[in-house]
């Protein structure tokens, strides 16, 4: 295995003090308003490497299909039956419909991997799950276009991140002052 995938290994620069910044960059990945916009610099900010960050935030960000498919087929249809989530949930749904719709008809389980592929906010795993899930597509292919989407939208971000330094996220957030 290679040195900078083992967290133990000095150059990884992973040490026991970095628990933490390791389950943030976790939860970052599957937060549907960072994902891998927000883990992989992060990551690298708190002394992780990026190849590193990346293994771990398109890790973590790769689950997310798994994790929208099964609450969509459990809890989702509890929680519809509350007035202002099923509100939010139908217009949340119709923004994401209309989005993964137009690239599914015109490139396929391809176009669903290339609009998660573009780490810019709301074309990430989440929003392509939600589209897949609308448009009855099949869970499985979704899943793996998904999670090819993540992964090149995590080295578009670590490439970012490289060039760029931790500032990168600014590519990805609207700074508040």
Known sequence: ?????????????????????????????????????????????????????????????????????????SLHKLFYKIRPYRKFFDRFVEKARKKVHAQMEKYGYWGLMLFVAVPLPVTGAWTGALGAWVLGLSYKKAFFAIAGGVALAGIIVSVLVALWGVGAQTVFFKIMH
Do not use: D, K, Q
């Open 1 to 73: 295995m290679p040195w900078w995938l083992l967290p133990e290994h000095p150059r990884a620069g992973y040490s026991a003090s970095m628990t933490m910044p390791l389950l943030m960059t976790i939860l970052f990945s599957i937060l549907p308003i960072s994902e891998l916009r927000g883990a992989i610099p992060y990551a690298v900010y708190n002394g992780f490497s990026i190849p590193l960050a990346a293994v771990i935030a398109i890790a973590a960000n790769a689950c997310v299909p798994v994790i929208a498919f099964l609450f969509l087929e």
